[in-house]
């Protein structure tokens, strides 16, 4: 029996780790692509993306480590099914729930993980990239002060600089600002330079024109300067991120929000309360995914057609309690005195592994009817 135990744990665990770093790398290149785009048209260096991307590994891992657990579990239980290893185990008379011990085991190993990537891994992660972003945002230099690039430091701003000379003076620039509804104005300026005052950096723009557009009666102003000065450190001071992301919080703080935490997120205790609970109840979701991919495999016999029909039903069931999750969510996050549905999914969860378990360790009702007949 210990023998079988270390064979199944075994192999759960080596196509857990393979599952795992395929999806992860297909989720962590997903997300560098759209940080690379990000990232780089700003200006900034290599080691910059490569740190950032490394800040949302973490996250990447809680995503798909349910789904690995869960396709590591079917994968495995559906091979040594059709080897017929299940079979001769059910022959000498192990049942289902002793079969699922090491399915069990390595559920709740697969559990641990999940919780220290909720509880401490993601939060801290999520820290360090706000932190990183913010420095990013408040860095101008590496923003605008790239050659060639039409760059959007915000919404609604359009920047161009044809070079940059050695002294720091600017040539050809052009800088476009939408943000007043209706209303768009051009300045161009054959010299400029980016100097720092106490309120922070200016553009200061020569011998240039401002083109304001109205939209609305279509009608162009022109107006010619010998010196504009543009403020873009309140441009940069707009474009950073007004509120805080509630998964950055740890989670004795979500539980137990002060007011300056509560205005920081702008949310409310309902919300907080959410998330608290789900960084209770995330954790079971490996275990679960894992014993429900194993029982619904367990529920057909050996057949040379495979066991499609049970993986299609576990895989129908885990859809169904990704959808009662996303509705308790909604409700959760709007009462802070609902908070109990978080943990409905994985009641349902346990409830239907157990009763698919219980249904597997019982012979089907056709061959009990069909055995009167066999003796007579």
């Known amino acids: 029996m210990r023998r079988f135990d270390r064979y199944f744990t075994y192999q759960l665990m080596v196509l857990f780790g393979f599952f795992s770093l395929v999806l992860v790398s297909v989720y962590w290149i997903n997300r560098a692509v759209i940080l690379f785009d990000q990232i780089l048209s700003d200006g900034q260096s290599a080691g910059t993306f490569f740190t950032l991307t ?3 590994l973490p996250n990447v891992v809680r995503m798909v480590l349910p789904i690995s657990a869960f396709v590591a579990s079917v994968y495995v239980t559906n091979r040594l099914t059709t080897e017929s290893e299940l079979v001769i185990t059910q022959a000498v008379g192990m049942s289902p729930w002793r079969m699922a011990r090491p399915v069990f085991i390595f559920g709740l190993f697969a559990s641990l993980l999940m919780a220290i ?12 990239m706000a ?4 420095e990013l945002e408040a860095d101008i230099a590496a923003q605008m002060l790239t050659e060639g690039r039409f760059l959007h430091p915000a919404r609604g701003i359009t920047f161009y600089i044809r070079s940059i000379e050695r002294d720091g003076e600017m040539r050809d620039v052009y800088l476009s600002d939408a943000r007043t509804k209706g209303t768009r104005t051009d300045y161009l300026a054959p010299k400029a330079y980016l100097v720092q005052d106490e309120s922070g950096p200016k553009l200061v723009m020569l011998g240039g024109a401002a083109h304001t557009f109205d939209v609305q009666n279509r009608r162009l102003a022109i107006t010619t300067f010998d010196s504009f000065t543009y403020n873009v450190g309140a441009l940069m001071t707009n474009s950073g991120r007004s509120k805080r992301d509630l998964r950055e919080f740890d989670t004795l703080t979500l539980f137990n929000p002060t007011e300056e935490d509560l205005d920081s997120a702008r949310g409310d205790r309902a919300r907080f309360l959410y998330e608290g609970h789900l ?13 429900m991919g194993f029982s619904a495999l367990m529920l057909g016999g050996f057949s040379r057609f495979g066991v499609w029909p ?15 999750e996303n509705v308790t969510a909604d409700i959760a996050r709007r009462d802070a005195t609902l908070w109990p549905l978080v943990y409905l999914p994985s009641a349902l969860g346990v409830v239907a592994t157990s009763t698919m378990l219980w ?9 009990r009817a069909k055995r009167p007949e066999a003796t007579a």
């Open 359 to 367: 249904i597997s360790s019982r012979p089907p009702l056709l061959k």
């Open 117 to 128: 990537l909720v509880h401490f891994l993601v939060p801290t992660s999520r820290i360090q």
């Open 54 to 56: 490394l800040y949302t």
């Open 131 to 134: 932190e990183q972003m913010q």
């Open 279 to 291: 960084r209770i109840a995330q954790p079971f979701n490996p275990l679960i995914v894992t014993l």
């Open 310 to 324: 049970q993986i299609g039903l576990a895989v129908a069931l885990i859809i169904l309690l990704q959808a009662a």
